[in-house]
Structure formats: C-alpha cells, structure tokens
C-alpha cells in the first residue's frame, strides 16, 4: 500500500495491519511513486522466495 505523504514523498505500508499496534507497518520513504511500486514488487517477491 502506497500513500503519499504531505512532504511530497510516497511511503510504502505494509497490506496487514500489525495486530499489536492496530498500525500498518512502514516499509520506506521513497522520492518517486515508480520507486515504491518497484520495492513493492521485490517485498512481495522476497515473501515467496
């Protein structure tokens, strides 16, 4: 999940919100949206591999 946040910038969250917390997870701060879908694309690869 992408959101972009009010610096102008697009953090990557987890799709699960963390139990504990009731939170989604941060998964990084990126310049670009094009560079979050692409960590995206390799989170989800790295989880089936």
């Not at 941060?26 to 591999?49: C, D, I, M, P, W």
Request: proline residues 2%; without cysteine.
């Amino acid at each position: 999940m992408i959101r972009k946040l009010a610096s102008g910038e697009y953090r990557l969250y987890s799709r699960k919100v963390t139990p504990k917390t009731g939170k989604r997870r941060n998964l990084g701060t990126f310049r670009s949206r094009a560079a979050a879908e692409k960590h995206e694309r390799e989170v989800q690869y790295f989880k089936r591999h």
